[in-house]
């Protein structure tokens, strides 16, 4: 049995693998830690910090929640937020039905 954040995570991963990511801006430079000029996909509320509060996986992995940013910055921003709990949901669509 996973432990509970590793459910999470790969509750999160399944929704962020059934979004749109290539109508993100950069998602055309996606590449790998340590190719120059490559992006890597980004939780802007993280997935350790959406588990922490308690947040529904569905919101985590949200289009809403991603972006694509250099992966020098991916790397330094680790499990940090760049947006509050707020901000995502303020950016989140209302679900018709």
Do not use: M
Not at 12 to 23: C, D, F, G, S, W
Request: aromatic residues 8%.
């Amino acid at each position: 049995k996973l432990p509970a954040y590793l459910k999470y995570r790969s509750d999160v991963n399944k929704i962020t693998n059934k979004q749109p990511i290539e109508t993100l801006d950069n998602s055309d430079k996606r590449g790998l830690c340590g190719v120059e000029g490559a992006y890597q996909l980004d939780h802007k509320y993280s997935v350790l910090e959406g588990f922490k509060q308690g947040v529904d996986p569905k919101i985590i992995g949200d289009i809403n929640n991603l972006e694509f940013i250099p992966w020098e910055d991916n790397l330094s921003k680790g499990s940090s937020c760049s947006i509050t709990l707020e901000e995502l949901k303020l950016g989140l669509k209302p679900i018709n039905g």
